[in-house]
Structures are given as C-alpha cells and as structure tokens.
C-alpha cells in the first residue's frame, strides 16, 4: 500500500503551498505597514513534546529558504481575470522574495518544540502556513508512520456515505464545502489526494481550495 507520506520531497515544495489570505494581507503589508516589526510565537496547546523533531524541522526550513516564486505561479496569482487588486509592485515583490532564516528562531524549552518569528511584517507573515504545516507533518510522519493514503481515501469516503444516508437530495445540494486544511493537514501527499477526490466525487458542492503548486509550474 502507499504511504500517506512523500518522503523523498521536501513538505513545502513551492511558495503557492499556503492560504490565499496571506498574499492579499502582504500586499496590504508592503502598502501600508512596511516598516512595522512583528513576533509570532508557536505554542502546542496540547503539550506534546516535540523537542525531537527541531534537527527535521531545521533542515525542512533550509529548503523553504531555497524557494522563490516560478514564472508560472505568479502568472497564476496575478491572473487579472480573477485577481485584479493585486497590484505590479507587488508581484514585482514577490518576484523577488525568499524566506529568511535570520527571522526565525527554533529551540527547545522544557522538552516543547519552541519557535518565535520576529522581524519586520513584510518578511515574517509568509511564515505561518509554512511552519505549521512542517510541524504537522513531521509530528504525523513520527507518530503515524505507518498511515496509507487507503486509510485516508477511506475515511473520506465513509463521510461520503455519511452524508448521502443522513441528508436528503436538497440538502446536499446546499451543502458547500472548501479545503482549508494546509497548517492542519496530515501531509502533503495526502491533503493533494483529498482534493482530487472532493473535487471528483464530493455528493455537495465543493466550492474551491488553494491549489497545490503543481497545478502552476
């Protein structure tokens, strides 16, 4: 059976990789705020120790700082047809723009994974999505290294049924849907495979999610 995890790819694999929200609100950012320093702290709310994870998590973030946007991502981002606030400074910006190690700090506190970003807005607020979701998966690949994408697809499928029993034909024609799983996902293997499959076989209606950067080489 196939593994639910990639272990060959880095788990960010292109700067498309986040929540849409992020691009609007950096514009924002470069427009209004571009001097304006900022600190995010990463708390684990359960508790669980992490601290194992830093050296993978360490060289995960090396290969984060290795990306810049491709021609075809940004020719996706500022489609006018559908993005037409962004504006050309900004992806003349984001032409230009990579992660920056010197913003982020990893340690161990008492045994919790600690990380703080502190630096100026401008460069630190792509960094969210990102680190979460190298957390998750790492924390996931560690814990449940044995999950398939079968288990997953399954699963997906026992809601499908779900659905289908307990509501009626009108219901599920109302019922509207989006993916908005990236910091929380169990990889990045599987969340592309759920998508495919909500988009081909969702009994509603599947509204959207952000697209995997393979969608825009």
Request: net charge negative; glycine share 4%.
């Amino acid at each position: 059976m196939e593994s639910a995890y990639d272990y060959e790819a880095p788990v960010i694999q292109g700067l498309l990789d986040t929540d849409y929200y992020t691009f609007t609100m950096m514009q924002a950012v470069l427009h209004q705020y571009p001097n304006v320093d900022v600190e995010y702290n990463f708390i684990v709310r359960s508790k669980e120790k992490l601290g194992h994870l830093i050296p993978q998590l360490r060289d995960e973030l090396e290969k984060l700082a290795g990306l810049q946007m491709r021609e075809g991502e940004l020719r996706f981002l500022f489609n006018p047809r559908f993005r037409e606030y962004l504006t050309p400074d900004y992806e003349r910006f984001l032409g230009l723009f990579r992660f920056n190690l010197r913003y982020i700090h990893v340690s161990e506190v008492d045994g919790q994974l600690n990380i703080r970003v502190v630096g100026p807005m401008l460069h630190c607020i792509m960094f969210e999505q990102p680190v979460l979701a190298l957390v998750s998966e790492l924390r996931n690949r560690d814990k449940y290294p044995d999950v398939t994408l079968e288990d997953v697809t399954r699963k997906l499928y026992q809601k499908f049924d779900w659905l289908e029993k307990n509501l009626s034909r009108d219901e599920l024609a109302d019922l509207r849907v989006s993916d908005f799983s990236t910091r929380r996902r169990l990889s990045f293997k599987a969340q592309r495979e759920v998508v495919d499959i909500m988009r081909r076989d969702f009994p509603g209606q599947f509204v959207g999610t952000w697209p995997t950067n393979s969608t825009c080489r």
